[in-house]
């Protein structure tokens, strides 16, 4: 094939492979109907209400303390440290990170903090934030209880460091 040509090769689907409700149509693309199904709360924890409200105050922690918080909601797996771990890994700027990583279903709330957030944000003020937060998480208030934590989390971390 020459620079510039690109191949006409179609594929073609025998409509006796196609799932239940799906068709094949005139364009050559397969169409499927699904049925329509409510999205549950562990689909959906939050409204854009309450979604709103932990952006806030995701966005205030990280404003004034100016380490970057990040919030994690879902299974963590059968070792739950180390996939938290893994997740704080995977954020911008891990080094001033601190992720709050709870697994409902698990009963299991992670902090994990980078090496420079741990300096301003020592083992004591995280378990003090998660005590907090497993409160009112028993009181199956999972919002309540990241805000609380986050704000307790930013109070212990103190206000941003200047550079002099």
């Known amino acids: 094939m020459a620079a510039g040509e690109h191949g ?24 499927a109907a ?11 924890p939050f409204s854009p209400v309450q979604l709103s409200r ?36 995977e954020l911008e700027g891990t080094t001033e990170a601190v ?6 279903e698990q009963r299991v709330v992670e902090v994990v903090t980078g090496p420079e957030a741990r300096l301003r944000l020592p083992d004591r003020g995280a378990k003090l934030a998660v005590m907090s937060m497993v409160a009112s998480f028993k009181e199956s208030d999972i919002l309540g209880g990241l ?7 930013a109070d212990q971390a ?6 002099h």
């Open 8 to 31: 006409s090769e179609v594929a073609t689907i025998d409509p006796a492979d196609l799932p239940n409700g799906a068709v094949v149509t005139a364009s050559g693309r397969v169409s």
């Open 34 to 44: 699904e049925v329509y199904k409510d999205p549950t709360h562990a689909d959906h």
């Open 54 to 89: 932990l952006d806030e105050a995701l966005t205030m922690a990280s404003r004034e303390t100016g380490l970057r918080f990040s919030v994690y909601l879902g299974d963590l797996g059968a070792d739950a440290t180390a996939r938290a771990a893994e997740l704080h890994g």
């Open 99 to 104: 992720l709050v990583a709870v697994s409902p």
């Open 147 to 153: 805000l609380s934590g986050l704000r307790m989390l």
């Open 158 to 163: 103190g206000g941003r460091r200047r550079l």
